[in-house]
């Protein structure tokens, strides 16, 4: 059944919407889509494995229910919203969409972190639009913030909080002391991570986002792999007392600039161009003083902050994952491609005006404050071994603390160092996880 | 010299911007669209009053300054941006502008607060835009996020820190324990407050924001008049002794709100229909629990809270005045208003899709806890003669607080009531303010 979208009474003309994949977030859209009864947008097709088993009875009888694509791309459907997860055969199904002539909504991150440009270069193509607006932080409006709301500054930095499960498994150590095992167990049984949990502790969840964001922010290509990622499984409870004595605690922060230098140096740097040929940028477990909004985000909500040349630092903040927030950024995009289909928009003209996208050096040798949490078997001349590897190294300590009464076989303390470059933290850390009185390889963070 | 705009190299169609005003905003705006040097974007024309003392050096020799509105009118400008602010003769022009087939950007808070109706109609039909970003919260793109990146969900209620100059001074006189005319002096000194600071102390500022937000958030018709603001100056150091005593601060907090009942009665409307026709809504210095995001809004700083059927709660905030972060709200619409000319955008259309909007009942009657605060000549019996008129008025007192050492004369104390209508408490006050013992009215602030 092809054929061009009907008018409806007020003359408007009405936008068919396809829906692949029928899970949280697919049946919140179809929900969200059915109770505002919005006359303009119309669900015609749901497609998903096991029709018979997925068919719900609230929706109207006219919605046709589908196990094949070909329906989908053979019909009326002007949008397909595809929310239904993974690389193959959704970038396929996807192609085919947009050269049907429909548009696409998708909520996938991982596909349009690796294939993003040459989908929307193929959407342009087909003069139709591709929208990911839930790809990432789920129902935080920061695509369309950073893309249209933030258009007129210079942004040259993003920080963010961008999984949910992280953060709450990092929240459940601090608050409850527990180890990270435990926490890790007890997000599974809530249903706050999953049976595989590696996507989300590896950080490959959140650098997947963060090459997401640093496209729409910062206008460069960022292919995710060349993001460094690191796990936050190592961070242990006496983590967050240090932290705490420092003023500060411990998120999975993912973060992108340019021109990540010392205060001082960025100061210089901004003077002149906001905007190197390298962009710094890792996901990892990261110290962040207590009055930092980041510091702020609990549980399994998300946060992002954007800092431009002009409008200094903005803050975008709320549910990053669950059906219905996710639902509410994937209608959010429907309706914008909606209005656009309604303004016979012309798309091959849409990002005119942009700054010409980037494809820089991506590094995660950010310049920093460094926090490294050692387990040694306890001997005189612990300290001094440290401090003479670090010295030769040309890094100076900022301070040394060690909490009492803890047991001399497993004793954990705490060297913090002033502000230098990761990589050289690193090259000193080589040395000292080869010495024989370390339980445990130094846990190293930087503190942001 | 009039005419159609050129085309660039690159064969896109370049946009002419005249800037109507010269301020701090206007200047920013001049050097974003310079240092920028976006190609796509060119400014023509600046207007200003005593071009000659205003001109300045840093700008392309091609810009031509004027002091008459005639020759922007005249001109070739695609889009007219006014940061003049004033209601006369900014409406005037605004309407000749878009008269002459210009669309227009604005920062003006109050012209769009009380004519943003009737000028957007005007806009769409003459096949125009008129956009304000930057006329709530200065650079942080909340219009655009309720509008565009929030349009998915159904939003009932938004809060929001929308006027940094109380904000700053609220957070001085409980950071140094100062009188109010003490903050608001050096908030003067350091160009926080202005001279004549009755917008801003009055809340007329904020309400006239709180206006634009309901009508893009909550798609409803609000006069800034219809909407109750309560002054912040009555506000002392010794409240927010006792707000801390409750785990709360002191914030102005601009509300508007569907439905806005008891917790309980709330879930219950939910579950019908989460709009009703009343909107709640006031300006008002409100007591805010710690934990809140908006206690934790420091300085100028601005924050606003929308809520969603869906979505929940969704955070946006940073800087809410400067000529720097208004700028970026400028020249994103700006930008917004080029890629939809070079899109051949028909702006009539625009909106189809959006909920249709509504003229609700105003009313500040909003069912909370209270706090009342009392300045008393201590004698016997003046607790009993509290409690005998509210009890009276049906109000159950929650708690109440004495600060110890206080001189007998000057005596200040506290009643928290439990949950209840706003204007129950207010008929109390109007038995016990004429009570005797009393050395000042109580000041009653709602507990959020």
């Not at 607006?133 to 258009?151: M, Q, R, T």
Request: glycine share 8%; with cysteine; hydrophobic share 40%.
């Amino acid at each position: 059944m092809t054929g061009p979208s009907k008018r409806d009474a007020t003359g408007t003309q009405a936008c068919n919407v396809a829906l692949v994949g029928f899970g949280t977030v697919g049946s919140s859209v179809a929900k969200i889509l059915c109770e505002r009864s919005n006359a303009h947008l119309r669900l015609t097709h749901i497609l998903n494995r096991n029709v018979a088993r997925k068919k719900v009875d609230w929706l109207p009888s006219s919605v046709q229910w589908t196990e094949n694509i070909d329906d989908v791309l053979s019909s009326n459907a002007d949008i397909v919203v595809e929310v239904m997860g993974g690389l193959q055969p959704t970038e396929d199904w996807i192609r085919r969409a947009l050269q049907s002539g429909k548009s696409v909504v998708t909520a996938n991150k991982q596909l349009i972190a690796h294939c993003g440009p040459e989908l929307i270069s193929l959407a342009r193509q087909m003069n139709q639009q591709i929208e990911f607006g839930a790809s990432v932080a789920g129902g935080v409006p920061v695509i369309s913030g950073l893309h249209e709301g933030l258009a007129g500054d210079e942004l040259f930095k993003i920080r963010g909080i961008l999984n949910g499960t992280c953060n709450y498994i990092l929240s459940q150590i601090e608050t409850n002391g527990i180890p990270f095992a435990t926490a890790l167990r007890e997000a599974q049984k809530l249903g706050f991570a999953e049976a595989d949990p590696t996507e989300d502790i590896e950080g490959l969840d959140a650098r997947a986002k963060l090459a997401i964001l640093a496209r729409v922010g910062l206008h460069c290509h960022v292919r995710p792999e060349s993001i460094m990622a690191r796990s936050i499984s190592a961070i242990d409870s006496i983590d967050f007392e240090y932290a705490n004595q420092l003023h500060c605690t411990i998120r999975q922060i993912s973060w992108a600039e340019f021109n990540a230098q010392s205060k001082t140096e960025l100061k210089a740097a901004l003077k002149e161009e906001s905007k190197g040929d390298t962009l710094f940028a890792a996901v990892q477990p990261a110290l962040v003083e207590l009055s930092s909004p980041l510091a702020r985000v609990e549980g399994s909500q998300n946060l992002v902050v954007a800092t431009g040349r002009y409008g200094g630092e903005t803050v975008f903040g709320g549910h990053g994952a669950g059906g219905n927030p996710t639902a509410v950024a994937v209608v959010s995009d429907i309706l914008a491609i909606a209005r656009s289909k309604q303004s016979a928009i012309t798309i091959t003209m849409k990002d005119a005006g942009q700054p010409i996208e980037k494809t820089p050096t991506v590094t995660a040798d950010f310049t920093a404050k460094h926090y490294l949490r050692f387990l040694v078997k306890d001997r005189p001349g612990i300290i001094a071994s440290f401090a003479t590897i670090l010295s030769q190294c040309g890094i100076n300590i900022d301070s040394v603390l060690q909490k009492p009464g803890c047991p001399k076989s497993h004793l954990p303390f705490l060297i913090t160092l002033e502000e230098c470059k990761a990589s050289l933290v690193e090259q000193a850390l080589q040395q000292i996880n080869s010495l024989d009185f370390l339980v445990q390889p130094c846990l190293h963070l930087p503190i942001l």
